[in-house]
T-cell receptor
Framework: AQSVTQPDIHITVSEGASLELRCNYS??????LFWYVQSPGQGLQLLLK??????LVQGIKGFEAEFKRSQSSFNLRKPSVHWSDAAEYFC????????????FGTGTRLKVLA | NAGVMQNPRHLVRRRGQEARLRCSPM?????VYWYRQLPEEGLKFMVY????????ESGMPKERFSAEFPKEGPSILRIQQVVRGDSAAYFC??????????????FGEGSWLTVV
């Protein structure tokens, strides 16, 4: 069965510092992978997605993610964090043959220090 | 994600009442998903619908919960006889194509249900 693990529940970084949020997935073939961001009391906004091809994916708001098949990972990165990036970030795996479910990780809450 | 419209945004119900949540998908989208987010947890799949058809309801609780997506009008998630444990954020998402193809789903702003 598919699963998504986000090992870090909370992360705190200083404004201007680099950021990496971890995501590991469990799936036999190449999955469809997504990162979403959720601000408090809001819905989920798509940051970026990986379907195939180049393993380094660029997204909105200066985010990027790298798919590493050997590590079953799809970590989200940003070289310089802004205070407005404080939010909760969710990694997700898209549906595969026989299922329609997008499976989400439990999320990583990012706090940004001024 | 602004294209997926959910209402109400916030709903308070007493135990035993019914909660009815509505979702209008993005224009051109005919596939709707409902997810539930409990406090401090990620999103859990509930149900996937196409117009007039429930395709996958494997995430729906067996009792009190139902969903529909009629030919005309929004998708409705209905919770009968609510209990405190139903308090959560309920998110609707839509996609233009069949969910199995791995295409992107777009989320609404959510409906926050509080049961008192």
């Amino acid at each position: 069965a598919q699963s998504v693990t986000q090992p870090d529940i909370h992360i705190t970084v200083s404004e201007g510092a680099s950021l990496e949020l971890r995501c590991n997935y469990s799936y036999g073939a190449t999955p469809y992978l997504f990162w979403y961001v959720q601000s408090p009391g809001q819905g989920l906004q798509l940051l970026l997605k990986y379907f195939s091809g180049d393993t380094l994916v660029q997204g909105i708001k200066g985010f990027e993610a790298e798919f590493k098949r050997s590590q079953s990972s799809f970590n989200l990165r940003k070289p310089s964090v802004h205070w407005s990036d404080a939010a909760e970030y969710f990694c997700a795996v898209g549906p595969t043959s026989g299922t329609y479910k997008y499976i989400f990780g439990t999320g990583t809450r990012l706090k940004v220090l001024a | 994600n602004a294209g997926v419209m959910q209402n109400p945004r916030h709903l308070v119900r007493r135990r035993g009442q019914e909660a009815r949540l509505r979702c209008s998908p993005m224009k051109g989208h005919s596939h709707v998903y409902w997810y539930r987010q409990l406090p401090e947890e990620g999103l859990k799949f509930m149900v996937y619908l196409q117009k007039e058809n429930i395709i996958d309801e494997s995430g729906m609780p067996k009792e009190r919960f139902s969903a529909e997506f009629p030919k005309e009008g929004p998708s409705i998630l209905r919770i009968q006889q609510v209990v405190r444990g139903d308090s959560a954020a309920y998110f609707c998402a839509s996609s233009p194509m069949e969910g199995r193809s791995g295409n992107t789903i777009y989320f609404g702003e959510g409906s926050w249900l509080t049961v008192v």
